[in-house]
């Protein structure tokens, strides 16, 4: 099974010589990259947020197999739905799924469906593959998509199951995975009240501290579309030892289109 691009010419180029071009642009991996258990990366068009995502995978080591957690922004499908088989398509080449992981998550948790259909139209993983594919040609993926209500989906207790799941997968695994957390920051308000709000949560995920994060989301307004997937990866993350995250780069749309209205939020995160 193939997962075509859906987006692809749209957040960001649609053929092949001019995505390749923008990578050049975007992303450098360092020759000793940081070895990270899991990045916070924003999902907007590529013009907009690709300069911060960039940042972020020119900065760690990539490995193998990495596992992307992302809010489903269209309701389809299951409320958390894996891409368990097949490749996902790109215009610079395609990304194995990592079946034999993919199969052990949904195996660790009951909360998880095999539901490729959730993932048809989402562009919240799509836009983060041809820059993992840049860093590391040879990496496999795991699509995890979080939907149902904002910002909880199901609820906390149900996400930090997710969590505790994702981390006994990669435990068992016993090889290196990346956990990728895709989330915008605060949306359509202007730049004043935008860095405030984004400070906030960007503050709280900084800390390693998903309750506070979901806390300030839903107590300041905070319109961060993925805060749902930063919250299952953050208690992930923690179970799987992290002590350390460092906020890499901010920025708004603002930054890149003078518009500073009504902006959009991107944060780049690294927690060891």
Partial sequence: MVRPPAVAGQFYPGVAPEVEAELDRLVRPAASGRKAIAVVCPHAGWMYSGHTAGVVYSSVQIPDRVILVGPNHHGIGSRYAVYSSGTWRTPIGDVPVAEPLASSLLDDCDLLAEDPRAHSTEHSLEV?????LRANPNVHIVPLLIGGGWPEAGGRR????IGAAIAETVREYGKPVLLV??????HY???????????L???A???LDPEVLMNRVIEAEVSMCGVAATYVVLCAAKELGARHAELLEYRTSGDVSGDFARVVGYGGVVIE
């Fill in 128 to 132: 983060q593959l041809p820059m993992l």
């Fill in 158 to 161: 149900e996400l930090r199951e």
């Fill in 181 to 186: 957390a895709s989330t915008d920051l605060n």
């Fill in 189 to 199: 308000e202007d730049q004043e009240v935008s860095h405030t709000k984004d400070k």
């Fill in 201 to 203: 949560v960007l503050d």
């Fill in 205 to 207: 995920v900084v800390n």
